[in-house]
């Protein structure tokens, strides 16, 4: 198993990938990501307590341009918070069938932050890259709201304060998600040939209603992302048949049980 390590944005690849990178995620980029608002949230934000999420969506770039999201308190009881999202940005760079999205991330420690990368494109497509809530310190959520399945990987290497590895393969027949290097989960249903979606990177914050709201006394909770990227896996010789592929060029396989860790049934309320 490869280990992460926050002074690299990525682990070396033990195999050469036969994939070219489309999106290296530049934080600081206005032509590549848009502030502090996002469809979707209901009108676009700021608000979206349905979701049961205290977020107030700024568009301060101290609280998302660095690759540090933050959430800070407001005294109106709502939250602050970062977000990013390629959608209405110049570039409207969109992930699409078959590509694979790398990214480092250290998790919060904080009871009632909720960091997550996903996608999202005219009021559905969403694709959970993870999850996190420190109130379930070792797991890891995973979703596919296009065909409704999901799942959650548990390990000692899934903690507060944590860097760790994400992979996730957006095939047509199977989404594929990797935890430091090792393959977790592969859900058999995939997003189809024809997907594709704008990226979404935030931190919100837990109403209460399906994970703690933050104690009285925080003030203030961050996550960071230190690199991200999406590459665009080809056969050999041709253009991408929309399927994702393995290190070795391969389909992805159901994945083997997990080392270190143990795949739980997600809890579709999370969201």
């Known amino acids: 198993m490869q280990q992460p390590h926050p002074g690299s944005p990525f682990p070396v690849p033990r195999t050469p990938s036969p994939t070219d990178v489309v ?21 676009g934000g700021p608000v979206n307590p349905d979701d049961d999420k205290l977020d107030y969506l700024v568009t301060d770039p101290s609280y998302c341009r660095t690759g540090i999201f933050r959430a800070v308190r407001r005294r109106d009881g709502r939250w602050n918070t970062g977000l990013l999202t390629t959608e209405g940005s110049d570039q409207s760079f969109m992930v699409r069938s078959g590509d694979v999205l790398e990214a480092r991330v250290r998790l919060p420690r904080e009871v009632g932050a909720w960091p997550a990368i996903w996608t999202w494109r005219d009021g559905d497509q969403e694709i959970d890259v993870f999850e996190y809530h420190p109130d379930n310190p070792n797991l890891l959520e995973f979703g596919n709201h296009v065909r409704d399945t999901g799942s959650a990987f548990r390990g000692d290497a899934v903690r507060p304060g944590a860097w760790i590895d994400l992979r996730t ?58 690199g991200l990227l999406v590459r665009r896996p080809a056969p050999a010789g041709g253009k991408s048949d929309g399927t994702a592929h393995t290190e070795s060029g391969d389909p992805p396989a159901v994945p083997p049980p997990a080392v270190g860790g143990d795949a739980a049934a997600l809890d579709d309320a999370t969201g």
């Open 169 to 226: 393969e957006f095939g047509a027949e199977s989404v594929v998600w990797w935890v430091n290097g090792t393959r977790v989960f592969a859900d058999r249903r995939g997003v189809g040939r024809r997907w594709h979606a704008y990226l979404i990177v935030n931190l919100s914050v837990c109403a209460g209603r399906y994970h703690p709201a933050p104690a009285p006394g925080t003030r203030e909770m961050s996550y960071e992302v230190s």
């Open 23 to 43: 999106f290296t995620a530049d934080f600081a980029s206005t032509e590549q990501w848009v502030e502090g608002r996002s469809w979707a949230y209901p009108g």
